[in-house]
């Protein structure tokens, strides 16, 4: 029987240890930040932000290439000798990665590519529930476990609120109109993952640490979430208090296993300091 290995991009923002414990590869995606190239994951986050303070501009964000992708896949297989490679990927409708990892597989023949629609919590919530099904199901065949994997990407759930509006309009995600209505009201966009697309729902006004709680009890309201696993997500900036309070309100809907997670390079430059965000799967 061959071995299964999982791998995804660094824009799931999986954390290390979780990782680690796996042996999930991760391929890493790109910054470009003045007329520089970086690896994410290369850069600490805060560089992104005193970048944007001192220039009042974004860096960019490009994918994986083909190149790359054939290397990292080419790696794996000498690595991990005679093994199946299941590849879950950043959604095909942000970025151009996982076409570019279709066009590096035509050279592999124990390469199985699913393309995730989701991105930071929500691409490690499902490549977690691959981790388990394997962890549960260690001789499971490639094309059952690639079945089951496929089947949570449409109940898994990712919502976030970006910590700074800056950056959204910096980006060109909102308008002029909209920032300056958003800043004076202190409204806060909620972002969520529909059909692999990026799209604001809803908005919150308040203080950070009053509209990340209203985002849970209406995200627990609205999803019936597996309570063995949930993804909280944040970026560089958020205070301590408000994480704490999220795990006891995690804890107090019956969660088992919560697990933070800090949104990495590529994520940041969009969403900014200080956001707020959570990811879990359906049943």
């Avoid at 959604?91 to 592999?108: G, P, R």
């Avoid at 949570?152 to 060109?172: T, Y």
């Amino acid at each position: 029987m061959k071995r299964i290995i999982l791998t995804t991009e660094s824009g799931a923002d999986l954390p290390e240890e979780l990782a680690k414990k796996y042996e999930i590869q991760v391929v890493p995606m790109h910054v470009i930040m003045g007329g520089k190239d970086y690896l994410d994951g290369s850069l600490p986050v805060q560089e992104i932000y005193s970048y944007y303070d001192r220039t009042q501009q974004i860096p960019s964000t490009t994918s994986t290439n083909t190149h790359e992708y054939h290397n990292f896949f080419t790696r794996i297989n000498q690595d991990f000798a005679d093994c199946t490679i299941v590849h879950i990927g950043y959604t095909s409708k942000a970025s151009s990665s996982f076409h570019n990892a279709v066009l590096a597989s035509e050279d592999f023949d124990n390469l199985y590519l699913i393309d995730a629609l989701n991105v930071t919590g929500g691409l490690t919530a499902i490549v977690m529930y691959a981790a388990k099904l394997l962890e549960d199901e260690p001789s499971i065949e490639a094309e059952a476990l690639v079945e089951k994997i496929k089947t949570s990407i449409p109940k898994a759930r990712l919502a976030f609120i970006p910590g700074s509006l800056d950056f959204l309009k910096a980006g060109g995600r909102v308008s002029n109109f909209a920032y300056l209505g958003g800043t004076l009201l202190k409204l806060k966009p909620r972002i969520e993952l529909v059909d692999g697309l990026l799209l604001s729902n809803k908005k919150y006004r308040g203080k950070m640490n009053k509209v990340s709680e209203k985002l849970m009890h209406d995200y627990f309201t609205e999803y019936n979430i597996d309570r063995e696993q949930l993804y909280l997500i944040y970026s560089v900036g958020l205070d301590e208090g408000i994480k704490e309070r999220a795990s006891a309100i995690a804890k107090d809907y019956g969660f088992k296993n919560i697990h933070w997670m800090q949104a990495g390079a590529v994520i940041s430059t969009h969403s900014g300091p200080g956001g707020f965000g959570i990811a879990g799967i359906e049943v």
